[in-house]
């Protein structure tokens, strides 16, 4: 019998992501490579994310926008560390991509009891994209009186500009926030806390930045921040995320 392990390697990424647990909705486990991603392209936007206590905000639907498919919530920092009985020479195993927008390579190695060590080298890069896509970049965690500046990005990798995309930003119950623009209040939403849209042009193989700024109010374990982006239902594309603020 042989032993392999496979380990995952963070390499350039769009958007670094941070390290989170895997997320109580995946009841046995993290997700696994193969159920929504293809490996040429990995797009992301197939079933819909977990519902329940503390799951994502459920697909939004507009006939204006592009409705949200899923909300992207896994975000670990490494990917793959299995270990696979192998009975011959070789092993198939079945993996799903983080929600992360980056790319990824992984090395291999096996043991044998007596053959000793083999090192099976490192693939090609395996790249995980999207059309359109949000990213939120913010403190890890935040302490008494803090007042955090989060930065929102909808990134455009279409040859065409993107105009009135719609970016909505929801915080958890506990947070405060004067909305400054291009955000203005929009009306509350059940479970979440203050809720700010905007409506923004991304141009061609480029991007839309802003930033906002927030005041804890509550002492917490952890509160939500969820960002989306959607086009005009003609265009097709939106992305939704989910992040943590500890």
């Known amino acids: 019998e042989v032993t392999a392990m496979l380990t995952s390697l963070l390499g350039a990424a769009t958007h670094g992501p941070s390290a989170e647990p895997c997320p109580a909705e995946f009841s046995n486990g993290c997700p696994r490579w193969g159920d929504d991603f293809d490996v040429a392209e990995m797009a992301m936007d197939d079933a819909a ?20 498919k899923r909300v992207r919530t896994f975000f670990p920092e490494t990917w793959v560390h299995d270990g696979v009985e192998m009975a011959a020479e070789a092993a198939t195993v079945d993996l799903r991509a983080p929600d992360s927008i980056t790319s990824w390579r992984v090395a291999s190695f096996a043991t044998h009891p007596e053959e000793g060590f083999s090192d099976g080298g490192v693939s090609d890069w395996l790249v995980v994209k999207k059309n359109m896509f949000a990213s939120l970049s913010m403190p890890a965690f935040v302490v008494h009186q803090e007042v955090p500046t989060l930065t929102l990005t909808v990134q455009n990798l279409l040859d065409q500009p993107l105009t009135q995309v719609l970016v909505t930003c929801r915080l958890d119950e506990g947070f405060a926030i004067n909305w400054t623009s291009p955000f203005a209040s929009a009306a509350a939403v059940a479970g979440w806390g203050p809720v700010g849209t905007a409506r923004v042009d991304v141009p061609a193989k480029g991007f839309w930045t802003g930033s906002i ?15 989306s982006a959607q086009t005009e239902a003609s265009v097709g594309e939106s992305d939704a995320l989910q992040r943590m603020l500890l």
Do not use: C, D, F, N
């Open 49 to 68: 994310g977990g519902a329940g206590a503390g799951a994502p905000p459920a697909a939004e639907k507009s006939a204006e926008t592009t409705a949200i």
């Open 213 to 227: 700024r927030v005041q804890p109010t509550q002492v917490s374990t952890g509160m939500r921040v969820y960002l």
